[in-house]
């Protein structure tokens, strides 16, 4: 939600072609693509990434040795 709002508060600045608009419309389209994109990330990516990399883990030699 926090995104959603970012972007729509945005929106005008990322749409605008008014006196000034070329110093504020880079920078809201950045803010806004990367508003959009962050969430799916974090939320898709990341725990796949997580799984991907955490899951296949084994233990090092050394460190079951240590263990008995």
Same mark, same amino acid.
């Given at each position: 939600?926090?995104?959603? /709002?970012?972007?729509? *508060?945005?929106?005008? /600045?990322?749409?605008?072609?008014?006196?000034?608009?070329?110093?504020?419309?880079?920078?809201? %389209?950045?803010?806004? *693509? *990367?508003? %959009?994109? $962050?969430?799916?990330?974090?939320?898709?990516?990341?725990?796949?990434?997580?799984?991907?990399? $955490? *899951?296949? $883990?084994?233990?090092?030699? /050394? $460190?079951?040795?240590?263990?008995?």
């Amino acid at each position: 939600m926090t995104c959603i /709002a970012a972007c729509v *508060g945005l929106l005008p /600045a990322a749409f605008s072609n008014g006196i000034g608009s070329q110093v504020q419309k880079p920078l809201a %389209l950045v803010v806004v *693509g *990367g508003s %959009l994109v $962050a969430p799916f990330l974090i939320l898709l990516i990341l725990p796949t990434l997580i799984e991907v990399f $955490a *899951g296949n $883990a084994t233990p090092h030699p /050394a $460190a079951q040795q240590a263990e008995t």
